[in-house]
């Protein structure tokens, strides 16, 4: 039986970690989300439609590595969710009896060091 896992401070079941984050794109997106970054950013960069991206999104975001972040103006003028990846690093142990995941919170002050580097 798969156990239980901490990310960024909440309590995640194993077997829906190892999910999201095995899922098409998952890797990806939690790449480009360095910074906040809208679906439709995603979509167009990673280039996958964008039901596929909200999808991974979800699934990222129940497993704790992904959070929304605020709202942003889009080009368009609307307003959209923009997303930021809760972790820098995620390590799969297989020894034991069961998966675990040790995973590296990503800090605030990195957050706010790569924000002034995007700027």
Do not use: W
């Not at 909200?54 to 307003?79: D, M």
């Not at 998966?99 to 060091?113: G, H, M, T």
């Amino acid at each position: 039986m798969l156990s239980t896992d901490t990310v960024d401070g909440s309590t995640v079941p194993t077997a829906t970690l190892l999910s999201a984050l095995g899922g098409k794109y998952s890797a990806e997106i939690l790449n480009e989300t360095r910074t906040p970054t809208s679906a439709q950013e995603l979509s167009a960069r990673i280039e996958i439609p964008i039901a596929t991206c909200y999808r991974r999104i979800e699934e990222l975001e129940e497993a704790g590595l992904l959070r929304c972040e605020g709202r942003q103006l889009s080009e368009e003028g609307r307003r959209t969710n923009v997303y930021r990846r809760t972790v820098d690093t995620v390590t799969f142990d297989f020894t034991g009896h069961a998966p675990s995941i040790e995973s590296k919170k990503r800090s605030e002050a990195k957050n706010q060091l790569q924000d002034q580097l995007d700027e």
